[in-house]
């Protein structure tokens, strides 16, 4: 797929995204979040919105803190509650006073907004669409940026620098494809993911990534069809991952895969093992 790279940002200050948009990327590099968790600072008619406070680490409340350079924060909006996007609202909150705003139905028992969101919400000028699959608690965010046109805040649900791993029970398959089609009929002009950079012209890896789950869950049918197997042989048939980290990813997607060929009663489980049912 067409990913993209960047070389590692500065640390500890905002960079400009497009027109009214900054971010600080948190000090969490790693293989499931690239350089670290992107902290969006973005300029609101009434001061700033901060949509994803990132990890629970005191210096990078403190860089956002001072990203702000003496602007109000009035508000906290979280894209989903996986820690690295969570960790630091509480702190962040305390800092600021700004309320906090989610997913009406919170998967994590660690955070419940202050003011919840449904699919289509406005806050302000952003507006809040349910992409669960990644988490099911998933918001993308639409805004009309100056001098750019209208932009997604999609978080993990897609990303430019890599695909998204969908981990049961919290992921779910079938809700991902769903998502993945209702930005496809879409037209914002960029994304601007939880990790990695601006992703302009988004629709072309939207479509490729969901042509690729597609192949995906094809080839898992096939080899079903050729002998059952548990999850760990058709990751590492179909993943061929070394990181342990990775291959946790793969299984987990794998499982993710199973289960909504499950839901479709193309494939059945007995004691660990999976069969394909036609």
Known sequence: MPFLTEDEPPRGVPLDVIPGVRRVVARNPGVMTYHGTNTYLIAQQDGLTILDPGPDDAQHVKDVLNAAQDQPIRRIVLSHTHHDHRGATAALQAATGAPTYGYFRSASPLFTPDIPLHHGDAIGDLFALHTPGHASDHL???????????????????????????????????????????????????????????????????????????????????????????????????????????????????????????????????????????
């Open 140 to 278: 993308a965010y639409v805004w009309t940026a100056p001098d750019t046109g209208q932009v997604l805040f999609s978080a993990d649900h897609v990303m430019s620098w890599s695909s998204s791993i969908v981990n049961p029970p919290d992921g779910d398959m079938q809700a991902y494809y769903a998502s993945l089609n209702l930005l496809l009929a879409r037209d914002e002009v960029a994304y601007l993911p939880g990790h990695g950079p601006v992703l302009w012209h988004p629709r072309a890896l939207v479509a490729e990534m969901l042509a690729h789950r597609h192949r995906r869950e094809t080839a898992i049918l096939d080899a079903l069809r050729t002998q059952p197997a548990t999850i760990p042989d058709l990751a590492a048939t179909l993943y061929a991952k070394q990181h342990p980290m990775l291959k946790m990813a793969a299984e987990r997607n794998v499982l993710a895969h199973l289960l909504k060929l499950q839901a479709e009663s193309t494939a059945v489980e007995a004691d660990g093992v999976w069969s394909a049912t036609l």
